[in-house]
Protein backbone atom coordinates (compact mmCIF):
# COMPACT_ATOMS: atom_id res chain seq x y z
CA UNK A 1 0.00 0.00 0.00
CA UNK A 2 1.03 3.29 -0.84
CA UNK A 3 1.37 6.06 1.91
CA UNK A 4 3.04 8.18 4.65
CA UNK A 5 4.50 6.39 7.82
CA UNK A 6 5.20 8.18 10.74
CA UNK A 7 7.01 7.38 13.98
CA UNK A 8 6.43 6.50 16.69
CA UNK A 9 3.25 7.49 17.41
CA UNK A 10 3.77 9.04 20.58
CA UNK A 11 7.33 10.32 22.16
CA UNK A 12 8.05 11.78 25.88
CA UNK A 13 11.11 13.51 25.97
CA UNK A 14 13.07 15.47 28.72
CA UNK A 15 13.43 19.60 28.50
CA UNK A 16 16.54 20.00 26.90
CA UNK A 17 17.29 16.77 24.61
CA UNK A 18 16.66 17.00 20.67
CA UNK A 19 14.55 14.45 19.58
CA UNK A 20 13.78 12.94 16.11
CA UNK A 21 10.49 12.38 14.36
CA UNK A 22 10.21 10.29 11.64
CA UNK A 23 8.19 10.55 8.06
CA UNK A 24 8.68 8.16 5.29
CA UNK A 25 6.99 8.04 1.78
CA UNK A 26 6.09 5.69 -0.85
CA UNK A 27 4.12 7.59 -2.99
CA UNK A 28 7.12 8.59 -5.82
CA UNK A 29 6.49 12.26 -4.54
CA UNK A 30 9.07 15.67 -4.19
CA UNK A 31 7.40 17.53 -2.27
CA UNK A 32 7.29 16.87 1.77
CA UNK A 33 6.05 18.75 4.40
CA UNK A 34 5.84 19.06 8.08
CA UNK A 35 3.29 20.84 9.91
CA UNK A 36 2.74 21.69 13.91
CA UNK A 37 -0.48 21.54 15.06
CA UNK A 38 -1.62 22.66 18.76
CA UNK A 39 -5.70 22.68 19.62
CA UNK A 40 -7.68 25.93 18.29
CA UNK A 41 -4.63 26.65 16.27
CA UNK A 42 -5.04 24.31 12.80
CA UNK A 43 -1.79 23.30 10.41
CA UNK A 44 1.45 25.47 10.95
CA UNK A 45 4.32 25.13 8.55
CA UNK A 46 7.14 24.07 9.75
CA UNK A 47 9.53 23.26 6.99
CA UNK A 48 9.28 22.13 3.68
CA UNK A 49 11.17 20.33 0.50
CA UNK A 50 10.26 20.06 -2.90
CA UNK A 51 13.52 18.13 -3.89
CA UNK A 52 16.03 15.99 -2.45
CA UNK A 53 18.75 18.24 -0.76
CA UNK A 54 16.67 21.15 -0.34
CA UNK A 55 14.55 22.42 1.43
CA UNK A 56 12.79 25.77 2.99
CA UNK A 57 11.65 27.05 6.38
CA UNK A 58 8.07 27.55 6.86
CA UNK A 59 6.29 29.77 9.34
CA UNK A 60 7.62 28.65 12.18
CA UNK A 61 10.60 26.92 11.95
CA UNK A 62 12.89 28.59 14.67
CA UNK A 63 13.60 25.36 16.92
CA UNK A 64 13.43 22.80 14.55
CA UNK A 65 15.59 21.14 11.64
CA UNK A 66 15.26 19.32 8.54
CA UNK A 67 17.01 17.03 6.16
CA UNK A 68 16.32 15.54 3.14
CA UNK A 69 19.05 12.82 1.42
CA UNK A 70 16.48 10.77 0.12
CA UNK A 71 13.14 11.29 -2.23
CA UNK A 72 11.37 9.04 0.75
CA UNK A 73 12.33 10.17 4.00
CA UNK A 74 11.85 14.02 5.18
CA UNK A 75 12.83 13.53 9.22
CA UNK A 76 12.19 16.15 11.44
CA UNK A 77 14.57 17.38 14.49
CA UNK A 78 12.86 19.26 17.74
CA UNK A 79 16.20 20.99 19.19
CA UNK A 80 15.93 22.29 22.96
CA UNK A 81 16.31 25.43 21.67
CA UNK A 82 12.28 24.97 20.87
CA UNK A 83 10.54 26.34 23.53
CA UNK A 84 7.27 24.80 23.73
CA UNK A 85 7.93 21.42 21.74
CA UNK A 86 4.96 19.18 23.09
CA UNK A 87 2.39 19.47 20.32
CA UNK A 88 0.89 17.37 17.12
CA UNK A 89 3.14 16.61 14.44
CA UNK A 90 2.09 16.21 10.92
CA UNK A 91 3.92 14.94 7.50
CA UNK A 92 2.50 14.99 4.45
CA UNK A 93 3.65 14.43 0.91
CA UNK A 94 2.64 15.88 -2.73
CA UNK A 95 3.66 15.61 -6.53
CA UNK A 96 4.92 19.06 -5.91
CA UNK A 97 2.47 20.92 -8.38
CA UNK A 98 -0.43 23.65 -7.02
CA UNK A 99 -3.25 20.99 -8.28
CA UNK A 100 -1.91 18.06 -5.80
CA UNK A 101 -3.46 17.53 -2.84
CA UNK A 102 -1.39 16.70 0.45
CA UNK A 103 -1.51 13.40 1.94
CA UNK A 104 -0.85 13.33 5.19
CA UNK A 105 0.90 10.86 7.73
CA UNK A 106 -1.34 9.76 11.21
CA UNK A 107 1.02 11.98 13.13
CA UNK A 108 3.10 12.14 16.00
CA UNK A 109 2.23 13.57 19.45
CA UNK A 110 5.01 14.91 21.23
CA UNK A 111 5.06 15.58 25.00
CA UNK A 112 8.10 17.37 26.51
CA UNK A 113 7.99 17.46 30.57
CA UNK B 1 -1.85 37.88 0.34
CA UNK B 2 -3.81 34.62 0.34
CA UNK B 3 -5.88 34.19 3.30
CA UNK B 4 -8.78 30.97 4.31
CA UNK B 5 -11.63 31.85 6.74
CA UNK B 6 -13.51 29.06 8.70
CA UNK B 7 -15.92 31.33 10.51
CA UNK B 8 -17.17 28.43 12.63
CA UNK B 9 -14.92 27.13 15.06
CA UNK B 10 -17.75 24.74 16.40
CA UNK B 11 -20.54 23.46 15.23
CA UNK B 12 -23.15 21.35 16.56
CA UNK B 13 -25.71 18.96 14.16
CA UNK B 14 -28.58 16.67 15.32
CA UNK B 15 -27.80 13.12 13.58
CA UNK B 16 -29.80 12.65 9.98
CA UNK B 17 -29.84 16.34 9.72
CA UNK B 18 -28.09 18.79 7.23
CA UNK B 19 -24.61 20.30 7.05
CA UNK B 20 -22.87 23.11 5.72
CA UNK B 21 -19.53 24.47 7.07
CA UNK B 22 -18.45 27.47 5.97
CA UNK B 23 -15.30 28.42 3.74
CA UNK B 24 -13.83 31.84 2.72
CA UNK B 25 -10.28 32.47 0.73
CA UNK B 26 -8.86 35.18 0.32
CA UNK B 27 -7.06 35.64 -3.03
CA UNK B 28 -6.78 37.36 -7.14
CA UNK B 29 -6.88 34.14 -9.31
CA UNK B 30 -9.42 31.29 -9.28
CA UNK B 31 -7.79 29.13 -6.20
CA UNK B 32 -7.51 25.56 -6.53
CA UNK B 33 -9.35 24.51 -3.40
CA UNK B 34 -9.90 21.62 -1.00
CA UNK B 35 -11.45 20.25 2.31
CA UNK B 36 -10.23 17.74 4.42
CA UNK B 37 -11.34 15.93 7.64
CA UNK B 38 -9.28 14.69 10.70
CA UNK B 39 -10.09 12.18 13.60
CA UNK B 40 -9.48 12.80 16.67
CA UNK B 41 -5.48 11.85 17.24
CA UNK B 42 -4.95 11.23 13.64
CA UNK B 43 -3.70 12.58 9.89
CA UNK B 44 -5.71 14.20 7.51
CA UNK B 45 -7.63 12.89 5.00
CA UNK B 46 -8.76 14.42 1.65
CA UNK B 47 -12.67 14.76 1.38
CA UNK B 48 -12.78 17.11 -2.09
CA UNK B 49 -10.94 19.43 -4.46
CA UNK B 50 -12.10 21.99 -6.55
CA UNK B 51 -9.36 23.48 -10.14
CA UNK B 52 -11.93 24.34 -12.55
CA UNK B 53 -15.12 23.16 -14.04
CA UNK B 54 -18.37 22.09 -12.81
CA UNK B 55 -18.59 24.42 -9.75
CA UNK B 56 -20.23 21.58 -7.60
CA UNK B 57 -18.38 18.75 -6.16
CA UNK B 58 -18.59 15.77 -4.98
CA UNK B 59 -16.03 14.32 -2.67
CA UNK B 60 -16.08 11.41 -0.56
CA UNK B 61 -17.89 10.41 2.39
CA UNK B 62 -21.28 11.96 0.76
CA UNK B 63 -19.77 15.59 1.13
CA UNK B 64 -20.26 18.16 -1.58
CA UNK B 65 -18.70 21.53 -2.00
CA UNK B 66 -19.98 24.61 -4.13
CA UNK B 67 -17.25 27.31 -5.37
CA UNK B 68 -18.51 30.74 -5.47
CA UNK B 69 -17.02 33.06 -6.96
CA UNK B 70 -18.54 35.80 -6.37
CA UNK B 71 -18.70 35.53 -2.88
CA UNK B 72 -15.21 33.45 -2.33
CA UNK B 73 -17.21 30.65 -0.90
CA UNK B 74 -15.91 27.20 -0.89
CA UNK B 75 -18.56 25.44 1.14
CA UNK B 76 -18.87 21.65 2.67
CA UNK B 77 -22.23 20.09 2.44
CA UNK B 78 -23.90 16.94 3.39
CA UNK B 79 -27.34 16.43 3.16
CA UNK B 80 -27.49 14.09 6.14
CA UNK B 81 -24.87 13.21 8.74
CA UNK B 82 -23.88 10.06 10.84
CA UNK B 83 -22.22 10.20 14.06
CA UNK B 84 -19.02 8.89 12.70
CA UNK B 85 -18.84 12.41 10.76
CA UNK B 86 -17.82 13.92 14.51
CA UNK B 87 -14.33 15.08 13.34
CA UNK B 88 -12.78 18.39 12.16
CA UNK B 89 -12.87 19.52 8.64
CA UNK B 90 -9.96 21.98 7.47
CA UNK B 91 -10.18 24.08 4.26
CA UNK B 92 -7.48 24.90 2.06
CA UNK B 93 -6.70 26.87 -0.52
CA UNK B 94 -3.13 26.80 -2.70
CA UNK B 95 -2.21 28.94 -5.79
CA UNK B 96 -0.04 28.84 -9.32
CA UNK B 97 2.39 30.59 -7.92
CA UNK B 98 3.85 27.78 -5.17
CA UNK B 99 2.79 24.13 -4.35
CA UNK B 100 2.10 25.19 -0.57
CA UNK B 101 -1.44 25.23 1.08
CA UNK B 102 -2.65 27.43 2.78
CA UNK B 103 -4.89 26.48 5.85
CA UNK B 104 -8.11 27.55 7.89
CA UNK B 105 -8.06 26.92 11.55
CA UNK B 106 -10.59 24.22 10.96
CA UNK B 107 -14.20 23.73 12.27
CA UNK B 108 -15.27 20.96 14.91
CA UNK B 109 -17.92 19.16 13.94
CA UNK B 110 -20.35 18.00 16.82
CA UNK B 111 -23.06 15.27 16.32
CA UNK B 112 -25.97 15.02 18.77
CA UNK B 113 -27.56 11.87 19.14
Known amino acids: DGGITQSPKYLFRKEGQNVTLSCEQN?????MYWYRQDPGQGLRLIYYSQIVNDFQKGDIAEGYSVSREKKESFPLTVTSAQKNPTAFYLC????????????FGPGTRLTVT | AQSVTQPDIHITVSEGASLELRCNYSYGATPYLFWYVQSPGQGLQLLLKYFSGDTLVQGIKGFEAEFKRSQSSFNLRKPSVHWSDAAEYFCAVGADSNYQLIWGAGTKLIIKP
Open chain 1, 27 to 31: LNHDA
Open chain 1, 92 to 103: ASSTGTPQGEQY
